[in-house]
Nanobody, 126 residues
Framework: QVRLVESGGGLMQAGDSLRLSCAAS????????MGWFRQAPGKETEFVAA????????SYRDSVKGRFTISRDNAKNTVNLLMNNLKPEDTAVYSC???????????????????WGQGSQVTVSS
């Protein structure tokens, strides 16, 4: 059974930094593309960042470029999202997602990720 468990969310102030982590089990993590997505109240789930299995390729949505960094540790089956200079518009539930190994490279498409975590709330006040 595949499990993705996020941790590290919380209530922050604008300008703060926060690190989210996602622990994976039940899949060949070292071969899976991993992504972070977020969903704000009343809005659709949107892509935040993704990383290839080897970490040689990353992708970010424009609004977080230069502020967020995605990384992974294949030895620990974890993927992280370091968020710097947080803004109120970053407030959302953040979820990690895994794309089945062998189905392709990094993608921003929600429907191309097979497994999802429950999510972790990040709230940024101004």
């Amino acid at each position: 059974q595949v499990r993705l468990v996020e941790s590290g969310g919380g209530l922050m102030q604008a300008g703060d930094s926060l690190r989210l982590s996602c622990a994976a089990s039940g899949l060949t993590f070292s071969r899976a593309v991993m992504g972070w997505f977020r969903q704000a109240p009343g809005k659709e789930t949107e892509f935040v960042a993704a990383i290839s299995w080897s970490s040689d390729t990353t992708s970010y949505r424009d609004s977080v470029k230069g502020r967020f960094t995605i990384s992974r540790d294949n030895a620990k089956n974890t993927v992280n999202l370091l968020m710097n200079n947080l803004k109120p518009e970053d407030t959302a539930v953040y979820s990690c997602a895994a794309r089945l190994p062998g189905l392709g490279g990094i993608t921003a498409r929600v429907d191309e990720y097979t497994y999802w975590g429950q999510g972790s709330q990040v709230t940024v006040s101004s």
